[in-house]
């Protein structure tokens, strides 16, 4: 019995020493690389504590693997690492690696998409992002909408421009998806509270015609006068007669000279040669021209040109709209009846 006393009491004083030696290796700032103030590192998915030992270890900073998880399971935060992009700062203790770990509070960074460019442009952007993981650059733009869950579909369009914050070294079809999902969102709503009597069999019709508004002005005061216009237009069944369908019926072929001739090649964007709206969106519009799509100036006008001031000149009769093009754009073909 008293062997057994002696047992116990060696055994209870050797956990204390135990607990005592891991509560200060817990709290003691773990040992960076000299000059290193903080270290930014992954975690994958699947990656355990002693992988993230390693990965500390690789990045300038000392982390024993197997008082990493003893410590995570006695403190309950075993099994609770998040996927990410780390930052830990120098004097950081076990504790607040366990912490950081278990928090989520991963980088983020942001990625804006531009209204008016197309998706061709966005798919650009995007793949030149080397804080994201290129998972769709070798895929085509069908695949990539298959990927998506849209196949069959044109891209263009369908992808709402904003600045999105997204975790770092996340997969860009998360990115993609993410803006699709808002542009449904977006033209959904803005289709619910449109106004009467509207030109369009569809919203897909809507998002079009912004797209069109979208590539003709930057301008917010103009957007729904000139959407104004070719409401009017549709209509009376004039032809749009607007030029940024052509240059995108052109694709790579155009210079960024366009010429009499383009106007008069036709393609199922010549909007010059061809009634109606083109057969899909031409850029990707913002929430503005959405709304001017949808909510139209209520106007009696048929025509407008550029001022070159950023603003347009909008006329009723075609002898007017010839009198602003001579005054404004001398150059520019005057337009038939």
Same mark, same amino acid.
């Given at each position: ?7 116990? &009491?060696? !055994? ?30 992954? *975690? ?9 030992? +390693? ?36 004097? !950081? ?9 278990? !928090?989520?509070? &991963? ?105 069109? &508004? ?18 009017? +237009? ?56 959405? +709304? ?12 407008? *040109? ?32």
């Amino acid at each position: 019995m008293r062997f057994l006393r002696y047992f116990l &009491v060696l !055994s209870v004083f050797f956990v204390a020493l135990a607990a005592g030696a891991g509560g200060f290796w817990f709290s003691r700032p773990l040992a960076f690389a000299p000059d290193v103030a903080q270290v930014e590192f992954r *975690v994958p998915s699947g990656m355990g504590l002693r992988g993230v030992a +390693r990965a500390l270890d690789q990045a300038g900073v000392a982390v024993n693997p197997d008082m990493l998880a003893l410590a995570a399971r006695l403190s309950g935060r075993a099994g609770k690492v998040r996927t990410g992009v780390y930052l830990l700062a120098s004097g !950081s203790t076990p504790r607040d690696l366990l912490d950081l770990l278990a !928090s989520g509070k &991963v980088l983020q960074v942001d990625v804006r998409l531009i209204e008016g460019w197309t998706f061709r442009e966005w798919r650009q952007k995007i793949a030149a992002r080397s804080d994201l993981a290129q998972v769709t650059t070798t895929l085509s733009d069908a695949e990539l909408m298959a990927r998506l869950g849209m196949t069959g579909q044109s891209p263009e369009g369908l992808f709402f421009p904003d600045t999105y914050r997204v975790d770092k070294f996340s997969e860009d079809l998360a990115l993609f998806a993410r803006a699709a999902r808002a542009m449904r969102e977006h033209l959904e709503r803005e289709w619910r509270e449109k106004e009467a009597d509207l030109p369009y069999r569809s919203a897909y019709e809507a998002l079009i015609m912004a797209s069109i &508004v979208e590539k003709e002005t930057g301008l917010e005061a103009d957007r729904s006068a000139i959407a104004g216009v070719f409401v009017n +237009r549709l209509r009376l069944g004039m032809r749009l007669q607007t030029d940024p369908t052509v240059i995108y019926g052109l694709g790579a072929a155009f210079d960024g000279n366009l010429r009499r001739t383009h106007l008069e090649a036709d393609t199922p964007y010549n909007t010059y040669t061809r009634a109606g709206l083109p057969p899909t969106p031409i850029a990707m519009p913002g929430l503005a021209s959405l +709304r001017a799509a949808l909510h139209p100036a209520r106007t009696r006008a048929l025509y407008f *040109v550029a001022r070159g001031d950023g603003g347009s000149q909008f006329s009723t009769t075609l002898a007017e709209h010839n009198a602003a093009v001579d005054r404004y754009q001398r150059r520019r073909p005057r337009l038939r009846p």
